[in-house]
């Protein structure tokens, strides 16, 4: 239980022996448990599911003071909503995916209006301008930045402990490294 929610959520527990124990571990949210005679091929597979299982959309992001809720749509401020239109929203939640880190213009092009070429039009300034209000309006002046190479950064200093400088790729999740728990199961 010491494990993050986040990281229970992508592991696989090697070892558990006891059918009561890996439901329990299923229970409280592990990928997955298995026990120690299981076949690496099967093995594999297990933890190839649990790879493609960690890339569905979460239905809630926080970043410090902002929160986003894809069910609803809705972004929200300390609290206040910020009543995003749907490409406002959209554009937000992209940046959200990768705060501190620049989303270049084709990226938000490809993402959000799902087109595959960026057409000459300064649509993506437009949004961002209407954002960028709507978030000063609730007191979040400033968390959407313009990158030097013309895309967009979300700076949210809560999200992220060291200020980067700005990237157009954004980091790609690590694979949680195997360790041990209390119990002597290996953690993948």
């Known amino acids: 239980m010491s494990h993050s929610v986040e990281m229970r959520r992508s592991a696989l527990v090697v070892g558990v022996r006891r059918a009561h124990e890996r439901a329990m571990l299923l229970q ?20 190839g599911r649990i790879a493609e299982l960690t890339h ?17 749509r809705e972004a929200y ?4 909503p910020l009543n995003l239109n749907p490409r406002e929203f959209s554009l937000l ?26 057409p000459e039009t300064n649509s993506i ?4 301008s209407r954002l960028r209000r709507k978030l000063t309006f ?4 400033g968390v959407i930045e313009t990158a030097p190479e013309g895309g967009y950064c979300l700076r949210m200093d809560d999200a992220n402990d060291g200020r980067e400088a700005f990237t157009l790729e ?19």
């Open 28 to 47: 409280v949210g592990f990928g997955d448990a298995v026990t120690d005679a299981v076949d690496i091929e099967e093995l594999g597979a297990r933890a």
């Open 56 to 72: 569905w959309l979460p239905r809630r992001r926080d970043l410090g003071g902002l929160q986003l809720d894809l069910l609803a």
């Open 77 to 80: 401020a300390n609290g206040k």
């Open 93 to 118: 939640w992209r940046l959200a995916e990768s705060p501190n880190h620049a989303v270049s213009k084709q990226m938000l092009i490809h993402d959000v209006w799902r087109l595959g070429f960026v």
């Open 125 to 128: 300034a437009v949004h961002m």
């Open 138 to 141: 609730v007191g979040l002046r």
């Open 170 to 188: 954004p980091p790609r999740p690590a694979v949680p490294p195997a360790s041990t728990s209390a119990g002597g199961h290996a953690v993948l």
